[in-house]
């Protein structure tokens, strides 16, 4: 069966500061892999997403980017973190064979910029 | 941009009613989906209903679809405590993305 990893849970940061976030999906191949950001209280915004290896769609303008090393790993980053950057972080894949537009998420990571 | 807006933003039932939130959507869309999302936690799938179909079941979930108004409905019938959470419609177009509106939060009174 599929899963996916999201590391860390929880991220204290000060402004200004880097930032790597990942995510990794076991049990399948060549997934779509996305990033969403999740303000308190509010909906998902998807800010990138990806359909192969070293395919990335930014859907936000912002100090955020997103890539892909390999089929399964997808990495958010940043090399100066704004304090509107806190949030939770939730990756996603899709593209199972059975449900292909069913999206499958991550435990997510609560990420607090001081 | 957030294209579907859920209708309560909050809902607070006792256990054993039913539950029904409204989901609204701008424009024409291949299937509509819901989640929910448990205070802290990522979201998990509850059902997919494609734009062809007008009512879907899944348990105690029943999800109808109607495209000349551009709504759905999600309904959960004799609700239980852990049914208490956040619900989200997605929409979803042939383009690999869904568009998630801001959900409603439900909460089941014992």
């Known amino acids: 069966s599929q899963t996916i990893h999201q590391w860390p849970a929880t991220l204290v940061q000060p402004v200004g500061s880097p930032l790597s976030l990942e995510c990794t999906v076991e049990?399948?191949?060549?997934?779509?892999l996305y990033w969403y950001r999740q303000a308190a209280g509010r909906g998902l915004q998807l800010l990138f997403y990806?359909?192969?290896?070293?395919?990335i769609s930014s859907e936000v303008p912002q100090n955020l980017s997103a890539s892909r090393p390999q089929d399964r790993q997808f990495i958010l980053s940043s090399k100066k973190l704004l304090l509107s950057d806190s949030g939770f972080y939730l990756c996603?894949?899709?593209?199972?064979?059975?449900?292909?537009?069913?999206?499958?998420f991550g435990p997510g990571t609560r990420l607090t910029v001081l | 941009s957030q294209q579907g807006e859920e209708d309560p933003q909050a809902l607070s039932i006792q256990e054993g009613e039913n539950a029904t939130m409204n989901c609204s959507y701008k424009?024409?869309?291949?299937?509509l989906q819901w989640y929910r999302q448990n205070s802290g936690r990522g979201l998990v799938h509850l059902i997919l209903?494609?734009?062809?179909?007008r009512e879907k079941h899944s348990g105690r979930l029943r999800v109808t679809l109607d495209t000349s108004k551009k709504s759905s409905s999600l309904l959960i019938t004799a609700s239980r405590a852990a049914d208490t959470a956040s619900y989200f419609c997605?929409?979803?177009?042939?383009?690999?993305?869904?568009?998630f509106g801001a959900g409603t939060t439900v909460t089941v009174r014992a």
């Open positions: 996603a894949w899709s593209g199972d064979g059975a449900t292909p537009d069913t999206q499958y």
């Open positions: 209903i494609r734009s062809n179909e």
């Open positions: 997605a929409t979803g177009l042939n383009d690999y993305k869904l568009s």
């Open positions: 990806s359909v192969g290896i070293g395919q």
């Open positions: 049990g399948t191949s060549n997934p779509n």
């Open positions: 424009t024409s869309i291949n299937n």
